[in-house]
């Protein structure tokens, strides 16, 4: 905005009435630390922000400007990732390895973001090394603007509720495992806001309900790996929103939520006033694995929790066909009015001609003896020099090259090349993304900068014909899909958010060995009106490091 408003009387009218109108800004410091925590009964080494484990709530409002100034007192480098907040045009604060330098120990940076026309529940955490596995993850519930109707009720009170999957090894075991060329293999548990609990077990209330009033959980899954299963003993759950769209108001028993998803739900406290256990499972693992926290009633005397846990949902082909039929009654309640990104994309998708079709089919192999996850057939690395900063100084033929991935699988599946998976994209391009999973692990994938449409999910392989089962009316705008076993999904979406854009396995054992991209969605004329400009403060690294700025973006 700034180098913009210099030139001409009119110009600067206008932007004197932009500054009025300016959105309202929320400063956050955060001192990143490491801290003793016991999340699984026993104390160990996590990563704490401000001493909190799981991390402070970003609690904001649809258009909010947030800066938050983080401290890295940790020994080694850092970057924290939003989740599912789109940073229009501005890829700069993203927080993923391809586009900015890590925030090196000792130093700070600050991000400063807008949460430019979203509402809904996303969580931040760390990209860095396999940090993610010790904490420093946290909400960021965005609430709709004043004047903005909401579809329910307010409710009395919101719990955020983090589920993650648990190791036990420190985040460097970790790491060194994985860099060794092993996997780290299965979690030893799953938490739920950082605790483990059993039935029986003297547990702490997780949260108290006032009988009569409705609540909203904001539940996400923040793990490495494990798909879940969570429920409420003895109450139902009313879906109301899922990574950001409003949904239609079905009532579920249980809900499966995969790695990097979350959603709300509405629970009423309508029964016998006493403690009941939130029970969360984990989902197509050999041997399942839990985890209870106990929600307690205001009035209820101390009454304790009936012992008896609401069932898991069936395992195996069974399974697979419940959590699917569970996906395909999520829609999208089109006549709720929220902020919604993507204006192009957002209203009847269904009739865009779709410009380029790209099929991932994911894989698990040994390079030189080593465990590597790739994409087509290609495994991707960390470059020293962020992509997005090699591409925009102009120096990225010594970085990367575009598209060495095809935009479908190579015939021989075989071979896998390593090297940074940077895909050309064309601005504005309207895109279906097929995710095809020939292995037997559930899969789940994320994209960074957009939202897309969920428009199917099916057993066996995928074929153009299969278009005519997409959902084309009414599919969640969201930013995350799973791909059960021998399956495949479909999503959709417009890249019209210029930037560099990480789409990855979220499950971090796969992305850290590979099973990720970057889109490179360029606005061809430098323009601000399309891009923000490289923040003036932004830390430098690898070869651009002490390299002339390149000209500014300009017009609007
Ligand atoms: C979060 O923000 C909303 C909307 O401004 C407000 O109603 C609510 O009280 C806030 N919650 C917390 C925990 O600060
Ligand atoms: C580091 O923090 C100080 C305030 O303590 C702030 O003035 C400075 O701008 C921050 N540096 C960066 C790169 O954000
Ligand atoms: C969709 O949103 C509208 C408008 O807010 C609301 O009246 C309606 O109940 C919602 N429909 C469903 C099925 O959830
Ligand atoms: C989509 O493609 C069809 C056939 O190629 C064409 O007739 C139609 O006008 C296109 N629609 C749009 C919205 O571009
Ligand atoms: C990316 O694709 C566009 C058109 O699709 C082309 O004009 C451009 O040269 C490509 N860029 C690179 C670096 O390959």
């Given at each position: 905005m700034g180098r913009a408003c210099a030139t001409s009387a009119v110009v600067l009218l206008l932007c004197l009435s932009a500054v009025i109108a300016e959105d309202p800004y929320l400063f956050f410091t955060w001192k990143v630390t490491y801290g003793t925590i016991s999340p699984m009964g026993f104390p160990q080494q996590g990563i704490l922000i401000n001493g909190q484990f799981p991390g402070p709530m970003i609690n904001c409002t649809s258009n909010n400007n947030i800066i938050v100034n983080v401290f890295n007192e940790l020994d080694e480098p850092l970057l924290l990732t939003w989740s599912g907040i789109q940073q229009r045009k501005n890829s700069w604060v993203d927080g993923t390895i391809g586009t900015m330098c890590p925030i090196m120990p000792g130093t700070n940076f600050t991000y400063k973001m807008q949460v430019k026309d979203q509402i809904g529940t996303y969580f931040y955490f760390p990209t860095t090394g396999l940090q993610r596995a010790a904490g420093g993850y946290g909400p960021i519930n965005v609430h709709s603007r004043d004047l903005i109707p909401v579809p329910f009720d307010s409710p009395a009170d919101e719990f955020n509720v983090f589920i993650s999957d648990w190791y036990n090894k420190g985040h460097k075991t970790l790491k060194k495992i994985l860099d060794s060329g092993h996997t780290i293999a299965r979690p030893d548990g799953v938490v739920i806001n950082g605790k483990h609990g059993k039935v029986g077990d003297k547990i702490d209330p997780l949260f108290t309900m006032e009988a009569g009033k409705t609540y909203r959980y904001r539940v996400c899954n923040v793990g490495m790996r494990t798909s879940v299963n969570f429920r409420f003993k003895g109450h139902t759950m009313t879906l109301v929103e899922m990574e950001g769209s409003h949904t239609i108001q079905n009532v579920y028993d249980s809900l499966d939520l995969h790695v990097g998803q979350c959603l709300s739900v509405l629970v009423t406290a309508?029964?016998?006033p006493k403690d009941y256990y939130l029970v969360v499972s984990s989902r197509f693992f050999k041997q399942e694995f839990s985890t209870v926290a106990i929600i307690s009633y205001a009035n209820g005397n101390g009454i304790t929790a009936s012992p008896e846990l609401p069932p898991s949902p069936p395992e195996n082909t069974e399974g697979i066909a419940w959590s699917i039929n569970q996906f395909r009654s999520f829609r999208w309640n089109l006549t709720a009015s929220a902020a919604r990104p993507n204006p192009q994309g957002s209203y009847h998708y269904g009739q865009i001609n779709i410009t380029r079709t790209i099929k991932l089919v994911n894989s698990k192999s040994y390079v030189d003896g080593k465990l590597r996850y790739a994409l087509n057939g290609v495994s991707h690395i960390n470059t020293d020099t962020p992509l997005k900063l090699a591409e925009y100084f102009g120096i990225s033929e010594k970085v990367f090259k575009y598209d060495?991935?095809?935009?479908t699988p190579p015939e021989n599946g075989e071979k896998v090349t390593l090297a940074p998976n940077v895909v050309n994209a064309t601005f504005r391009n309207f895109v279906e993304i097929v995710f095809e999973n020939h292995e037997k692990t559930i899969q789940t994938y994320h994209l960074d900068g957009h939202s897309f449409f969920a428009v199917a999910i099916e057993a066996g392989r995928w074929s153009p014909e299969k278009r005519k089962n997409y959902n084309l009316v009414d599919a969640v705008s969201r930013h995350s899909i799973q791909v059960y076993p021998n399956s495949w999904a479909a999503v959709m979406t417009t890249l019209d958010n210029a930037g560099m854009w990480n789409l990855r396995s979220d499950m971090w054992e796969r992305a850290y060995l590979g099973q990720q991209l970057y889109f490179s969605v360029l606005s061809p004329e430098r323009s601000l009106r399309d891009e923000h400009n490289l923040p003036d403060k932004q830390q430098l690294c690898g070869l651009v490091k002490g390299m002339s700025m390149p000209p500014p973006y300009s017009g609007f």
């Open positions: 309508d029964k016998e060495i991935m095809g935009d």
